[in-house]
């Protein structure tokens, strides 16, 4: 079974998770780029030493290199990593035998990236044709997504609904005027932390995230701040900060935590209220679903705050928040203000997502997700012999989906020394320095430089093990600004 989920964060979590229902950890495996860290994140301590670390690192890479061979029963991955089969050759050839007669479970799509959307079903047509069976899980499933998979697939397709009628309600909306980052909205939040709540503040770029996160943290003497520019290391410590205060189960404790759309997924927290920037209907959701998991106590407020549309950097149509195309955030939020300071009823969560994709821009959606669709199955499935390599398109497929990462200049000295300190083992120290590697999207390359000694982009940077990321300094042409979205 292929397990796919869209973010590293949540597929670890889902691994942890279908190990212990099945009680044996040894029939997951985890598929994704850095399945090896995720191995060794799971089995060192801070407190081991070299020789310990270099035993785990040895046996990570044994464990993935095991996925890699198709050795458990159930593989939880990005539906990149499957996809990828489609460049066959001697390579890719195992995964795409692999998928005949497989069910394959897509949990967390996210509809309005029509791209990924568009190739994930004309894959899924594939799939099926190689005697596969699939499913769809979401929370939030308009039916304008249910319709694709029933036109994209020939057999019959069911929709099963769990019964969510008598569910209680746990959160109450209230949608505002004014931007997350507004003086108002600030006073707003230490205000509530002044209260002893626990506080989540969602921003949809980095900077937004950072600068909200100087100006509150503050105001309560446990605050953490999470978004996806931080060295690997020290995001693994955030988060495992974030979890012990803040974690389902955990007591009650007042705090705060700023983040951006990462904490959507993976982490299983809970607190007392939301402050969010809007987002499309689907990512607000599951942002809501941080606050009062279990409905343990009345109804918490999750407050939306409107974004601030305007082009990137190279012009073109309006984004919230340089994230978001704009008329999908536009149109859910329309929805939310008609229900500003009710109760959600979460079941009436579809009709509000199908109202959106029956928009003018919803069929203008539809059109786009076809497209890709044709394009990708245009592009990568016209091939009638499997084992034919097309390394040639593999660029192109990174492209599509695959970002970089690069180390800090200061940490060069440290990565090159973790490199070696596993004798024998190249790939086990090269498992251990990625620790200091620092995520960076596919076209962003330029903004490093690459040293081919050690295989590793290097970049000038400020940065800060609570704050992440910040400006990156030469030798690009260009710079970036902390909060731009790469």
Known sequence: MFYTLPYLASINAMAVRLGDLLSDDSLVGVMHSRAASFHLATAIRPEDGEDQQATAARKAVARAAATRLFAETVRVGTPYQILRGVLAGPVHSATLIDAANSVFVLDELHAYDARRLGYILAMA??????????????????????????TALDAEAHLVEAGTAAAPRRHRLIVRDRHL??????????????????????ANNVADAQYLYAELSSATPTSCLLHSRFRRMDRAEVEREIGEHFGLGRPRRPGLVVATQV???????????????????????????????IAARPPCDVIVHPPAYAPRRTGG??????????????????????????????????????????????????????????????????????????????????????????????????????????????????????????????????????????????????????????????????TYQAGEIL
């Open 263 to 293: 904490v959507e997924v993976s982490l299983n927290v809970d607190f007392d209220r939301l402050f969010t920037s809007a987002a499309p209907l689907e990512a607000l959701l599951q942002r809501f679903g941080r606050v009062n998991r």
């Open 181 to 202: 980052t507004d003086p108002a909205t600030m006073e707003e939040i230490t205000a509530r932390l002044g209260e002893g709540e626990s506080v989540l503040v969602v």
């Open 317 to 478: 149509q309006d984004y919230a928040d340089g994230v978001y195309p704009r008329l999908p955030v536009e149109l859910g939020l329309r929805v939310l203000a008609r229900h500003h300071g009710r109760e959600v009823d979460e079941t009436e969560a579809r009709a509000w997502l199908n109202e959106v994709y029956d928009s003018e821009w919803g069929r203008a959606w539809h059109d786009e997700v076809m497209s890709h669709a044709t394009d990708f199955a245009d592009a990568f499935l016209a091939f009638t012999h499997p084992f034919d390599s097309r390394e040639e398109l593999a660029e192109r497929f990174d492209a599509l989906f695959d970002g970089t990462e690069a180390i800090l200049a200061e940490d060069r000295d440290a990565y090159e020394a973790a490199l070696h300190q596993v004798p024998g083992s190249r790939a086990a120290g090269r498992l251990l320095a990625d620790r200091y590697l620092i995520p960076m999207p596919y076209w962003a390359a330029p903004l490093s430089r690459w040293e081919k000694r050690l295989g590793v982009r290097i970049i000038e940077a400020d940065y800060s093990p609570r704050l992440g990321l910040g400006r990156i300094h030469g030798p690009a042409r260009e």
């Open 125 to 150: 047509h594939l799939w099926e044709q190689l005697g596969g069976r699939i499913a769809v899980l979401s929370a939030t499933l308009p039916d304008a997504l249910a319709r694709l998979f029933r």
